[in-house]
């Protein structure tokens, strides 16, 4: 044996070639793992779209001439996962407050890959609420026994459109002792605050507000409604 076959490093999908070199006249027959491999009689051979699982697969040969064989060195596979590259973000990354929640998926190639993001969520597809106005900003990591690379995304949420208001409160004319109703028409999902001369009336947080048994006093009250959905407030007339 003139050159013996040499370790080999290789990544998951790849064919991987041993070579052995012997004087004229031999013939050859090669083992994986103690094994004989059939077919396996030139001076070279080649594993094919190798995997994990030949990791640390042990390779040699045996050379015959004449009625003598020796064997080879016995050489070692070694087989990783690509590291991950050309990570993508796929999804939409702006909404507004109270729209459906934003969902980003992470992809890149490599093997066995696994996906880490900056605010603890695991796995390839992270969910983010859409409860508060703001910027964001999410790395993801993309993860294998290889290596690693990352990315970042900038997620924008918008404040809600204000609360749409159909029908306004209207002033009133009473006698004293009358009760006055005020009433405001809304969109639905809405919550109300009712002011009175510009201070919060405790408790009238529907869509109607009556004022009791109205004194003179009350003359020239200035009222109105706050109306609020998805952390958007519209004041009403």
Do not use: H
Request: charged share 15%; glycine share 8%.
């Amino acid at each position: 044996i003139t050159s013996q076959p040499s370790n080999k490093s290789a990544y998951v999908g790849d064919n991987v070639t041993f070579e052995i070199v012997t004087e004229l006249g031999c013939t050859y027959q090669w083992y994986k793992n103690g094994v004989k491999i059939t077919g396996a009689n030139q001076s070279t051979y080649t594993l094919e779209d190798v995997q994990k699982t030949d990791d640390g697969a042990t390779i040699y040969c045996d050379v015959t001439k004449n009625g003598t064989t020796i064997s080879s060195n016995t050489v070692v596979l070694t087989v990783s996962y690509k590291a991950p590259s050309n990570l993508r973000v796929l999804g939409q990354t702006s909404a507004k407050v109270g729209e459906p929640a934003i969902i980003l998926t992470a992809s890149a190639d490599g093997d066995a890959v696994e996906y880490q993001w900056s605010n603890g969520d695991q796995g390839a597809i992270v969910t983010c609420p859409t409860t508060a106005a703001g910027t964001y900003v999410l790395t993801v990591f993309a993860i294998n026994e290889s290596g690693n690379a990352s990315a970042v995304v900038t997620i924008t949420i918008n404040p809600a459109d204000a609360p749409k208001i159909n029908e306004e409160p209207e002033d009133k004319t009473a006698t004293v002792g009358d009760d006055v109703t005020f009433s405001i028409a809304t969109e639905e999902g809405c919550t109300y605050q009712w002011y009175k001369n510009g201070q919060v009336v405790v408790g009238e947080n529907g869509s109607t507000y009556t004022l009791n048994g109205v004194s003179k006093e009350d003359n020239g009250a200035q009222i109105y409604c706050d109306v609020t959905k998805n952390s958007t407030t519209a004041k009403s007339s």
